[in-house]
């Protein structure tokens, strides 16, 4: 499959961690972390899910930014000598003709992110709906996600493991379910084999 989906006009671009670039009429980054020192597309939005050193990583933001780059984060959530757009939780905005929504993303059994700290997105683009879950566990919201693609954290630890990714997968309105958060930091290791079906893209980070 290599690192990249494509879905309709759209390509998703698994870069590492919980990294994706989304690639259409516009170019999106979602949580860039330790970005490589080469060139890089530039970016029209870059979305941030929360101020965790992996999610909001400004060495990254500069490797990415041009002047029109706009970065979209929770109200609170500070990305100083940029061009920014705070978003509440529960909002729905329109940036450079793509609709962004922000839905909850939170531990249930564990400290690291409390209810209200960070935001999942829900990303429409060339009519292409796309789930980012942020840094969560299996939450009851997630009954309300309808959409096309979504990007699930299964690294366990910080977020939820494969087992509650399943279980998320079977509430989930999704034609497709791609995981992340696993891999990099020691913690957050898994077993994507349990996760192996037909509506399940695995995907190779791009950057090691």
Known sequence: MGSTFKYGDVEVTFLKHAGFK??????IYIDPYDLPDVELEKADLVLITHEHFDHRDMD???????DETI???PTGCMAEGYR????NLGAKEEVHGVII????????DKAFH????G????????????YHAGDTDFIPEMKDIDVDIALLPVGGT??????????????????YFIPMHYGVLPETKADLSKLRSENVVILEPLFK
Do not use: Q
Not at 84 to 87: A, D, G, K, V
Not at 119 to 130: K, Q
């Open 22 to 27: 989304i690639k259409g009429s516009k170019t």
């Open 60 to 66: 990254s933001l500069k490797k990415i930014r041009k």
């Open 71 to 73: 970065v979209v984060l």
């Open 84 to 87: 920014t757009c705070e978003l």
């Open 101 to 108: 929504e922000t839905v909850p993303a939170y531990n249930v």
């Open 114 to 117: 409390k209810k209200g700290d």
């Open 119 to 130: 935001v999942g997105y829900i990303v429409t683009i060339d009519g292409v709906r796309i």
């Open 158 to 175: 910080y977020t939820m493991d494969v087992e509650d990714a399943k279980k998320a997968m079977e509430v989930i309105k999704a034609k």
